[in-house]
């Protein structure tokens, strides 16, 4: 490990707690310093650690330069000065993650053994990262709650057993799920992702376990289904609780027997998945009110997972934010040099009811917006305000007043109800299912009402 600081004190407690880890660690007092010997051990270096403020070089420089020379070793920095605007900047350069003085020994320890158990045992260890070098499926946060997760979804990942994610509509559950196909021995294989909510009952059981050909109307040819499919690899099924008991029991006996009948077939067919569920609602008032098979449950919940909402960890507001402005500003052909401390403040201000969805959402309107320096009058909706009708609708959502020359009151009601349609489709960055929560009506429903609205043709959703 390459640990980088101007101050002695620091760079031999560093070096005192990572060698009580079992690494070898080299130092360096300065930028300078920090480069050669990032560049003489660069093959053996696993993780580095360094100071944003340096005497010589800047920090950020000197982490731009390590991420693009060797984008998959994790750069975890540390520095005194707290102002959102370096952790933003820090993740915009592609850290992996960022502690501030003082610091917990215990701190340390956690994000080095994280990083650092990441990357370990993989024959291509940029595999899976995004164009910066970050790993695709990453979860992010210093936040504890968020830290739990993230150690809980490295022990889970290597095994096979089933895991059940809870957590409220945009905090990443399926981010989890790939995250746990991406760390396991499966990593190879397919990731199927089926939003249970999403089809019909009968439809759901076709596409799940497959059917035969002429088993129903429309049934042309033979088809094997998500979970054959997923052989292998890992079959994610969202929105668990939107299942028909029906349905349920099918899945109960996969689980149960790893044998899948295909609809219009009396013959099982053999196999090797694993599966990891999710959903946003209580699962155990679903089962008190008959909704949701008990059995299932315990089959499911092998390993709970507990999503913690973006309201409760405000502290990761500035990294995510800096991530996301990293991801859509290279996306985008733009240069970005991060995000004022007003803006972060009115972000941190913002109870999020769409959660991190809702958060990359912003940041992907602004920076798309954004002409260049830093992100500035970020727009929110204040919480507990109703969205606003955009402005093509004509008139202010509460303004009733009728035009001497009379109006067409269908017309208008249409212009309403689209622009709350868009407006829910833009805050779930397109997500039928979260837009249809948001609004209090069922998916099937907001699905007719987009179609019949045109609300997609008339707009594309951002």
């Avoid at 067919?269 to 059995?295: C, H, L, M, W, Y």
């Avoid at 502290?315 to 401390?341: C, N, V």
Wanted: aromatic content about 6%; charged content about 30%.
């Amino acid at each position: 490990m390459l640990v980088s600081d101007d101050e002695p004190n620091l760079r031999d407690l560093l070096t005192l707690v990572l060698e009580e880890e079992g690494y070898s660690v080299v130092s360096a007092a300065s930028g300078e310093e920090a480069l050669a010997t990032f560049r003489k051990y660069s093959d053996r270096i696993v993780l580095i650690i360094q100071d944003l403020k340096l005497p010589d070089l800047d920090g950020a420089r000197l982490l731009a330069r390590y991420t693009t020379e060797a984008p998959e070793i994790p750069v975890v920095v540390i520095t005194a000065f707290s102002t959102s605007n370096n952790a933003v900047e820090a993740m915009r350069l592609g850290a992996y993650d960022y502690i501030r003085k003082p610091f917990e020994v215990d701190a340390i320890r956690d994000v080095v053994n994280r990083a650092v158990g990441e990357n370990s045992g993989r024959k291509n260890p940029a595999k899976g990262q995004g164009e910066a070098g970050q790993r695709k499926y990453e979860l992010i946060g210093n936040h504890s709650s968020i830290q739990g997760v993230m150690d809980l979804v490295n022990r889970v990942a290597p095994t096979d057993s089933t895991v059940l994610i809870q957590g409220e509509s945009g905090t990443g559950k399926e981010l989890v799920a790939r995250a746990l196909h991406d760390r396991s021995s499966r990593q190879d294989g397919v990731f199927i992702s089926v939003n249970c909510s999403a089809f019909t009952e009968t439809l759901l059981e076709s596409e799940l376990f497959g059917h035969k050909k002429g088993s129903f109307t429309g049934a042309v040819a033979d088809s094997d289904g998500f979970f054959r499919a997923a052989d292998g690899g890992t079959l994610f099924l969202d929105e668990v609780a939107d299942m028909s008991l029906t349905t349920q029991v099918k899945i109960l006996r996969v689980i149960e027997e790893r044998i899948v009948t295909p609809v219009g077939s009396t013959r099982g067919e053999p196999v090797d998945v694993r599966i990891v569920a999710a959903t946003n609602k209580n699962i155990r008032e679903q089962i008190e009110q008959g909704s949701f098979r008990e059995d299932l449950y315990y089959r499911l919940n092998v390993i709970p997972v507990e999503l913690p909402p973006l309201r409760d960890r405000k502290e990761d507001i500035p990294l995510l934010a800096g991530y996301f402005i990293r991801k859509h500003a290279e996306k985008m052909g733009k240069e970005l040099t991060g995000i004022s401390e007003a803006s972060i403040e009115k972000l941190r201000g913002y109870e999020w009811p769409g959660n991190v969805r809702e958060l990359d959402n912003i940041i992907q309107r602004h920076v798309a917006l954004c002409s260049g320096g830093e992100l500035d009058s970020i727009q929110l909706r204040d919480h507990g305000q109703e969205p606003s009708v955009p402005a093509a609708a004509g008139t202010q959502a509460r303004d009733f007043g009728i035009p001497d020359r009379g109006m067409d009151l269908e017309d208008r009601l249409e212009e309403i109800e689209t622009g709350y349609l868009r407006e829910a489709l833009n805050s779930t960055g397109g997500n039928m299912t979260e837009a249809a929560r948001l609004l209090g009506m069922s998916y099937r429903s907001m699905r007719y009402r987009v179609q019949k609205l045109r609300v997609r043709d008339a707009e594309p959703v951002v």
